[in-house]
């Protein structure tokens, strides 16, 4: 009984291999393996860079947000007050946080007060919001209370305020300068409210990695802003942080019920889920444009093999007659397709892991080289172009580059298989 081989036995790899070292008589053969190759590599070092640019925008924008912003904001309906004006003050704010705080997975509740004022210093005038929160709670802010970003002591935050370095930038102050604060809803007199101007010594300067924030944000004493905004005894909102803020749905309910009646709260994924959509939308749709360019390039093996199949016409013919069976052929003419996918999908992991992980300074070579300003804080949020590289990204593309390449292999490489080989030598 005659022993037949094993699939992908060591002939067919030797086969293979020596059809894909064409000669120069077959010179198209060998240009279309390098164009394959080469066009597999860049399509995977596309996919992969734009993965990982993509990966990292949406993991630098989301740390920004719960690392300088409240997870959930609990703020009260509006009720009348005293003198007959609608109010969303909360008097019970120190009994509010000490109940929201233990609701299980919040780590911290903080109550705040918040208003818009004008910044002037330098003869320089900038619109600002002031945060006012004690010491304790503006220490545990991950993005603010940074020492590496920062410049000044958090100790001395009860002696003046904290600004971010844009607003520094803006009005050309630093540590220990003083900045004016103007407020339109100031001092209550016989004859009406006039505008409350005070200064305040600059005692910390924060960089949160946000342009939004860093540009219009200001810290100020509870205490003191309890003053300068008439809010004296009340609190406008509790700014609560949770322990999973990814799940931060599950907590609205808990956080609601120990709230009390009045309580309503607006969650991280409320203000800025319109932008995390938007962002999905278009991972979603880069990733289909980019899987229909690695098609593309994965098309180019079909046709290298379809010269490589007629050239080697009486090739296969001889094959077959010396006994080689259909299988044996397709797998030859596979392996060939299929090595040309793993050479270049490997080539494009390497290059779209080395872009990854070195694209700060690729992208400072591109900023010096375009003249500066390639990338605007002011429009993007974010100071830099990050790239956050993930296994799960790289396995993607390198399934889809393999697939695609090992399934468009087939069709030529059986054409091969099923080639007549009286017809195949029948001219030679």
Request: glycine fraction near 10%; proline fraction near 5%; include cysteine.
């Amino acid at each position: 009984m005659a022993h037949t081989p094993p699939p992908f036995a060591p002939f067919e790899w030797m086969i293979a291999w020596r059809y894909l070292r064409a000669r120069r008589a077959e010179g198209g053969v060998s240009v279309m393996t390098w164009i394959s190759l080469i066009g597999i590599t860049l399509a995977v070092f596309a996919l992969i860079a734009t993965l990982a640019v993509r990966s990292g925008f949406r993991a630098e924008f989301v740390d920004t947000i719960l690392g300088s912003n409240a997870h959930v904001t609990v703020y009260y309906t509006q009720e009348a007050d005293e003198s007959g004006r609608s109010s969303r003050a909360i008097p019970d704010y120190e009994t509010l946080a000490k109940s929201l705080t233990a609701v299980p997975g919040v780590t911290r509740a903080a109550p705040l007060v918040k208003g818009q004022v004008m910044a002037t210093a330098n003869g320089r005038n900038a619109g600002v919001e002031v945060f006012g929160i004690s010491p304790e709670d503006l220490a545990t802010i991950p993005r603010i209370a940074d020492p590496e970003t920062a410049q000044g002591d958090l100790e001395r935050f009860s002696e003046g305020i904290a600004i971010g370095s844009g607003v520094a930038r803006e009005l050309g102050v630093a540590l220990g300068d003083r900045v004016r604060l103007i407020s339109p809803d100031g001092v209550r007199t016989a004859f009406g409210t006039s505008p409350r101007v005070k200064a305040y010594e600059v005692v910390y300067v924060f960089t949160a990695g946000r342009y939004d924030i860093d540009r219009t944000r200001v810290y100020m004493p509870f205490d003191e802003a309890q003053l300068y905004f008439n809010r004296e005894g009340v609190a406008d909102e509790i700014e609560v942080m949770v322990a999973d803020p990814d799940r931060v749905e599950r907590m609205t309910v808990p956080i609601l019920e120990a709230g009390g009646q009045r309580a309503l709260v607006w969650t991280w994924q409320d203000a800025s889920g319109g932008f995390l959509r938007a962002l999905e939308i278009e991972d979603n749709v880069m990733f289909i444009i980019l899987s229909i360019l690695v098609l593309i390039a994965a098309m180019n093996i079909v046709s290298g093999l379809i010269m490589l199949v007629k050239n080697k016409g009486r090739d296969i013919g001889i094959l077959r007659t010396m006994g080689l069976t259909e299988g044996a052929v397709l797998r030859v003419f596979f392996i060939c397709g299929a090595f040309t996918g793993i050479l270049g999908t490997v080539a494009g992991v390497v290059l779209g892991c080395l872009f990854a992980l070195y694209i700060d300074p690729i992208f400072s070579f591109v900023n010096y080289v375009a003249g500066g300003g390639v990338w605007d804080p002011a429009v993007r949020g974010i100071y830099e172009l990050p790239a956050q590289l993930r296994l799960g990204d790289v396995l993607s593309a390198m399934a889809l580059s393999l697939g695609l390449s090992f399934v468009v292999t087939i069709f030529p490489a059986r054409r091969a298989a099923r080639m007549n080989p009286v017809e195949a030598l029948r001219y030679e």
